[in-house]
């Protein structure tokens, strides 16, 4: 039995998440004895870079290299997998929780007459039907579900999954989906990017500033720290809404959710809503002049004292 797992791309890489999803799906396959076959969708990955996607353990590539599919189109991609699921004769479809990866399952879940578990944290019990653990409420709680349709489609949490890279790699196959005008109903021009930064969802540190910093003009100490570590820049809510820092850097329930190793929070109160965008955090360290400021709760490191103190010792720390 084949599970199938479609990969994300992005500036000619495969994204980190989709590595975890390839992971996952490669576990799960060999849990149920079948094959694990990846499918990559566009032409921007090079050949290496697709069969290294054997390291993650996958068998098989499936490389639909239509350069129509190189912008992410949520209509034009579900019809693609569908196809390539139903080629393979695949039982499980596994992707990475992601906006693309929630539209493009959603779309799958009616299209294949699949049950579909979202933010998947764990490989499924089969000892008694296909049991998954998700999380819900924002990653503060739990869920464990059973799936019943016989095509099911999981939807994996970023930073749920383990990886143990080998030196295998997968084979890669050209394939051509059968894809019509119609499935282009929405065609998106062109696609504006932050350059020359580290971007807040892919970051693997985030170095994040709240109203703690008292103003637009202090954010030096914050970009220093994060220039310093290769991290993106965060901040709170009133932050971006006090016009101290764009929007997109936005952090919480109601901006950007994160998914760092690290995410250090700096001046930052530790509100429910903010918790909310930073709960798949690997690690939290927070640094709070309160000792009762409520993040400390959800920290793994805190410190307590003063921002502009602490700031730039760490920084100076981190340049040794
Ligand atoms: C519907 C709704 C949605 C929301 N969505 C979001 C969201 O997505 N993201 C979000 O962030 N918020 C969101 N909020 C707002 C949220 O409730 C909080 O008001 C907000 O997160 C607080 O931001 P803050 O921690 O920067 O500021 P404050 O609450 O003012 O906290 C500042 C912190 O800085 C500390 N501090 C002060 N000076 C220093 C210093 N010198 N050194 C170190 N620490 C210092 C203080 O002790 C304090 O803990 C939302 C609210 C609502 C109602």
Redesign the pocket.
């Known amino acids: 039995m084949s599970v199938i797992i479609f990969v994300e791309t992005a500036d000619g890489s495969v994204r980190g998440s989709s590595l975890e999803a390839v992971a996952y799906g490669a576990a799960l396959a060999q849990k149920q004895g079948g094959t694990a076959t990846a499918i990559v969708l566009g032409n921007q990955v090079a050949q290496d870079g697709l069969a290294s996607l054997g390291n993650y353990g996958a068998n098989k590539v499936i490389h639909c290299n239509d350069d129509r599919l190189n912008n992410g189109n949520i209509q034009a991609y579900s019809n693609a997998i569908a196809q390539a699921f139903e080629k393979e004769s695949a039982k499980v479809l596994v992707l990475a929780k992601s906006s693309l990866g929630d539209a493009v399952s959603a779309r799958l879940s009616v299209r294949l007459k699949a049950s579909l578990a979202s933010n998947v944290t764990e490989l499924p019990d089969l000892s008694n039907g296909f049991t998954v653990k998700k999380g819900v409420y924002t990653g503060k709680a739990f869920q464990v579900v059973t799936l019943n349709s016989e095509n099911k489609i999981l939807a994996i949490k970023k930073n749920a999954i383990v990886i143990n890279k080998t030196e295998s790699t997968a084979s890669v196959e050209t394939w051509q989906a059968n894809l019509s005008d119609a499935d282009f109903g929405v065609k998106i021009l062109k696609t504006d990017k932050v350059t020359g930064k580290v971007l807040l969802p892919e970051a693997d540190i985030v170095v994040s500033?709240?109203?703690?910093?008292?103003g637009p003009e202090n954010w030096s100490i914050i970009e220093e720290l994060a220039d310093t570590l290769g991290a993106a820049t965060g901040?709170?809510?009133?932050?971006s809404d006090l016009d101290w820092r764009p929007h997109h850097e936005?952090?919480?329930?109601?901006?950007v959710k994160v998914s760092p190793s690290l995410y250090i929070a700096?001046?930052?109160?530790?509100?429910?809503?903010?918790l909310?965008?930073v709960s798949s955090s690997k690690c939290i360290v927070v640094?709070?002049?309160?000792p009762e400021?409520?993040?400390f709760k959800a920290a793994d490191y805190g410190i307590v004292?003063?921002?502009?103190e602490?700031l730039p010792r760490l920084t100076k720390a981190f340049k040794v």
């Open positions: 500033g709240g109203r703690g910093l008292k901040c709170s809510k009133p932050v936005h952090v919480g329930q109601t901006g700096v001046g930052i109160s530790g509100a429910i809503q903010h909310a965008g640094i709070n002049k309160d400021a409520p993040f004292g003063d921002a502009f602490i």
